[in-house]
């Protein structure tokens, strides 16, 4: 199976209300970690990265809390708002091999901000 | 804008056509990806390319095939495609494939086989 996955495929919070998007992942080797916005009809859009040697942090507005222990990645979008709709993507660092490295993706999360 | 540009944005073509789609990057950027965006799936990184190399080819049929003149051009060259090839193409570029660097991602090229 894939080694970056998502607990919930879809999130719906209303306005104003703070959303967390959740992500898991299996290699412990892995020492970046990306979180993408992807809108309808756009390709995926950088939000935050956290590296591996960090248990947290912040942007504008959105927070990573990386926790190696369990392998568990969070998104955690404050005063979320209609903007923010979007699918959410999680990845991964991983080694390919001698010097070079890819991101594994996950499936996503669609989340949807009601008025 | 995220300084990563892709041509066509739209692209209908029969199994027997031969087409290409383009990625260009203005952000002086090393390294250019191909990844495959098909419903419900996750995103597929199908080609790498490295200070103009190829580093990776993710198990991608020979009828897909990429090409990087420079660091700042990427093509895929499509022919006799499948139904099931229809998917978004989306190019993506990083400083580099060597670490831990972020990757911005074009708009993606719409691609119906029929």
């Known amino acids: 199976g894939e080694s970056v996955g998502l607990h919930l495929p879809t999130l719906s919070v209303q306005e104003g209300d703070n959303s967390i998007i959740n992500c898991a992942y299996s290699n412990s080797a892995s020492d970046y970690f990306i979180w993408y916005k992807q809108e309808s009809g756009k390709g995926p859009q950088f939000i935050i990265d956290?590296?591996?040697?960090?248990d947290k942090r912040q942007g504008q507005r959105v927070t990573v809390l990386l926790n190696k222990t369990v392998k568990h990645l969070s998104l955690q979008i404050a005063a979320t708002q209609p903007g923010d709709s979007a699918v959410y993507f999680c990845a991964e660092n991983l080694n390919s091999g001698g010097s070079n490295y890819k991101l594994t993706f996950g499936k996503g999360t669609l989340l949807t901000v009601n008025p | 804008e995220t300084g990563v540009t892709q041509t066509p944005r739209h692209l209908v073509m029969g199994m027997t056509n031969k087409k290409s789609l383009k990625c260009e990057q203005h952000?002086?950027?090393?390294?250019m990806y191909w990844y495959k965006q098909s419903a419900k799936k996750p995103l597929e990184l199908m080609f790498v390319?490295?200070?103009?190399?190829?580093?990776e080819n993710n198990s991608v049929p020979s009828r897909f095939s990429p090409e990087c003149p420079n660091s700042s051009h990427l093509f895929l060259h499509l022919h006799t495609l499948q139904p099931e090839d229809s998917a978004l193409y989306l190019c993506a570029s990083s400083q580099d494939a060597t670490g831990g660097y972020e990757q911005y991602f074009g708009p993606g090229t719409r691609l119906t086989v029929t």
């Open positions: 956290i590296r591996s040697n960090m």
């Open positions: 390319y490295n200070f103009k190399e190829q580093t």
């Open positions: 952000l002086g950027h090393n390294a």
